[in-house]
């Protein structure tokens, strides 16, 4: 754990950086969070340290998206806003909306074209070069630079379309 815990520090604080202001999920708990999930996994055979930072990226992904989910559940109080002084609260549920939408995309895009999903993860939330992200896929360089380029071009319409 001391070998990997800086790095996965790094992973969740930059996740943590594209969240809201005020975020109640801190970056331990979010670190901590991934851990417990990383070392419940029982069939990954791990082939190097780009591929785990690669799972713990996916994995920190879910964790935020789930809750992101978990405010707007019914039980929770559905979509209703909540009214405060601090205007943080509306653009609170506006990020939580488009971590959602992003994962909703991300899921379609997977649907039909699973490495430029993989892309995604690997550089957006995992934070990994193009070479460590091609190390991973095991494709080349040039591979990830078109669909990396692809993929972003596809998820802002995807996500925008979505929006409108």
Known sequence: MPLVYEE????????MSRERPGHTLQTS?????AY??????????????????GIAAQLMRRILVDYARGRSYQKRGGDARQVEL?????????????????????????GFDARKSQIVELRFFGG???EETAQVLAVSPGTVMRDWTLAKAWLRKAVTSENS
């Open 128 to 130: 990994l070069s193009i």
């Open 29 to 33: 708990a979010l670190v901590h969070e």
């Open 36 to 53: 417990l999930r990383l070392i419940d996994q029982k069939q990954v055979h791990w082939q190097n340290r780009a591929h785990f930072f």
């Open 8 to 15: 996965l520090h790094r992973l969740a604080h930059q996740y």
């Open 86 to 110: 601090d205007e943080a609260m509306i653009v609170s549920q506006e990020r939580a909306a488009d971590v959602i939408a992003l994962d909703d995309a991300l899921k379609s895009l997977a």
